[in-house]
């Protein structure tokens, strides 16, 4: 059972580059699913704590008013030597104790004891079992399987084999991730031994992401034939749009170059990756099933009756 409460729907946001930010977080956190952005969306650690506190001042202002307790938010770090924000970001992570922190590129137990010191829950997001491993050595609440299809940096295993591979050494909360867009599939999540979904793609395509006209349209003109999965564009493959590639002047050679990482210095290294993704744009395979943009409250909405019925399928498959 995951640590997670006040959920409406057993779905997590992801955290996306660029494209996340405290209108979709407090959207979705309304919605009654967890909301969360990357840290480093804001440039400073002082502009990331006043997200922090924009999203809390909201969601009790909700509360207040509405008498509903909104799903929690979460915060991605990036947990890596050359990101020399990760400290001062824990603190303010640790001063207003946001109830869910997900971790990547790194499971380290200190970060994970100082996010359980105040009672919040620690996500890390893996692609290998020797990943998963070492995070469930870290003491991580969670483990979020990025596999095939999915948007990002994503990974190449079956979700099936990943689950159940995973599910063999570790009882705490696994989330899914790869092709969630329906509530059909967030079902099928959990039927395959899964805790939790976790989505990305389908939130580009909301009115309150942080994405172009532009780039959301694309997403409507996909299909999942149209995803590159490439390490060109920052050395770590992640799953990229063909029309974005194309319009870049990125051909097929060069996107299936084979590209080591290189993060070098974090500050250059992030305006470089900042650069790349936001014109280059990425997106997984489930893709083909969006065909327009929508408010969080109109998708959270669809997605829950969805996942209804086709709960009410399976146990209709029992009689």
């Not at 020399?84 to 997900?102: F, G």
């Not at 295993?157 to 329906?182: H, Q, W, Y």
């Not at 149209?226 to 564009?233: C, G, K, P, Q, S």
């Not at 029309?243 to 500050?267: H, M, P, Y």
């Amino acid at each position: 059972m995951h640590t997670l409460t006040h959920l409406k729907l057993p779905l997590v946001a992801a955290p996306m580059f660029l494209i996340s930010n405290p209108k979709l977080v407090i959207e979705c956190c309304k919605a009654g699913i967890a909301g969360t952005f990357p840290a480093l969306n804001q440039r400073t650690t002082e502009g990331f704590e006043a997200w922090v506190t924009e999203i809390q001042t909201e969601l009790e202002k909700f509360e207040q008013e509405t008498g509903i307790k909104p799903a929690p938010f979460g915060v991605n770090l990036i947990v890596h030597p050359t990101n020399e924000r990760l400290m001062a970001d824990i603190q303010v992570i640790i001063k207003h104790r946001v109830p869910l922190v997900i971790t990547s590129l790194g499971a380290v137990s200190q970060v994970v004891d100082a996010v359980h010191s105040y009672g919040g829950i620690v996500y890390h997001d893996v692609i290998k079992k020797r990943h998963a491993e070492k995070a469930a050595e870290a003491g991580v609440d969670g483990l979020i399987l990025v596999c095939a299809g999915a948007g990002g940096h994503a990974g190449l295993l079956n979700p099936m084999a990943f689950v159940g591979e995973i599910r063999t050494f570790f009882d705490k909360t696994v989330l899914l991730s790869g092709c969630i867009s329906r509530g059909g599939d967030i079902a099928a999540a959990l039927a395959m031994g899964a805790d939790l979904a976790y989505a990305g793609t389908v939130f580009i395509n909301t009115r309150e992401a942080a994405a172009s006209a532009e780039y959301q349209e694309m997403i409507c003109e996909s299909e999942a034939k149209d995803i590159v999965y490439t390490a060109a564009i920052s050395g770590v493959h992640a799953n990229f749009l063909l029309k974005s590639l194309q319009k870049n002047g990125i051909t097929e050679e060069q996107w299936s170059r084979a590209a080591k990482i290189d993060f070098g210095k974090e500050l250059d290294a992030a305006q470089a990756e900042a650069k790349a993704w936001k014109t280059v744009w990425s997106a997984g395979q489930g893709v083909g099933t969006l065909k327009n943009v929508l408010p969080v409250s109109d998708l959270i909405r669809k997605m829950s009756e969805d996942y209804r019925a086709a709960v009410l399928k399976l146990d209709q498959s029992l009689a």
